[in-house]
């Protein structure tokens, strides 16, 4: 009776942790996506929009929003040069958020920059090879 009752207690422990395993899963890729190195931005102009990637500790840290911090820098420098993004497919075919090439945004009345949110995994500069 003893190893039917353990058998069970046993079962019972593995299904259990076979039901948590996804929302495991889901909350190891939240924490990923939430550190990720690279922060994306639009940055609107009457003629075009361009998303644009900066790392995060470029911008350092704040109490601010990153979009603040990062119209902060381009009023102070006047210009910043930053990477370009677009999605594009990785290994395996996935579609993933990779940058593009380097641009200059120079600081401009009528230029806004909004932050840019994508499900697609983001590449950083370096790994884009």
């Keep these: 009776m003893d190893s039917l009752a353990a058998m069970n207690s046993f079962n019972r422990r593995a299904l259990v942790s076979f039901a948590l395993l996804p929302a495991f899963l889901v909350v190891r890729q939240v924490r990923a ?10 940055v609107v102009s009457p003629h075009d929009d361009v998303v644009v990637g900066i790392e ?8 601010t929003p990153p979009v603040q911090r990062l119209a902060a ?14 999605s594009q497919h990785g290994e395996g075919g996935a579609l993933v958020q990779a940058p593009l090439r380097q641009i200059v945004v120079f ?4 230029l806004r920059i909004e932050p840019y949110t994508t499900a697609l995994a983001i590449k950083a500069p370096g790994a884009a090879k």
């Design 33 to 42: 996506q939430a550190a990720a190195p690279i922060l994306l931005f639009k």
């Design 56 to 63: 995060a500790a470029q911008l350092g840290a704040g109490a």
């Design 107 to 110: 600081k401009n009345e009528l």
């Design 73 to 86: 820098m381009l009023a102070e420098k006047g210009q910043l040069t930053l990477w370009q993004y677009a």
